[in-house]
């Protein structure tokens, strides 16, 4: 019943930045965890960041220190900002939320997938 939509994926050089958003089409309670996922060619999706209900961020190794999550639950809305892109970072990147269900249970909505193609 949640559906989301991707936006902000490009093709930029090396070092650029970039902004993706992820609008919901319904209020995302806070209690939803949320996440971006991004499957590089040829290889499994694989979490790039993730945020809590209450906004606490974790983040994959290799975007340490370049990537920010961020949500605005008032607006439906979590953004991955992205720095200091690397082509390494190229793939379709995924919006995630996962709705509880019962105490030890998840339901997974997921985003139709924006691409990002970094060059070299």
């Known amino acids: 019943q949640v559906q989301m939509v991707e936006s902000g994926g490009d093709l930029v050089q090396a070092g650029g930045s970039l902004r993706l958003s992820c609008a919901a089409s319904?209020?995302?309670?806070?209690?939803?965890?949320m996440g971006w996922y991004r499957q590089a060619p040829g290889k499994e999706r694989d979490l790039v960041a993730d945020?809590?209900?209450?906004?606490?961020?974790t983040y994959a190794d290799s975007v340490k220190g370049r990537f920010t999550i961020s949500r605005d639950n008032a607006k439906n809305t979590m953004y991955l900002q992205m720095n200091s892109l690397k082509p390494e970072d190229t793939g379709v990147y995924f919006c995630?939320?996962?709705?509880?269900?019962?105490?030890?249970?998840?339901?997974?909505?997921w985003g139709q997938g924006t691409q990002v193609t970094v060059s070299s």
């Open positions: 319904r209020n995302i309670d806070r209690t939803y965890a």
């Open positions: 945020i809590t209900s209450g906004g606490s961020p």
């Open positions: 995630n939320a996962k709705r509880p269900v019962g105490l030890h249970a998840s339901i997974d909505y």
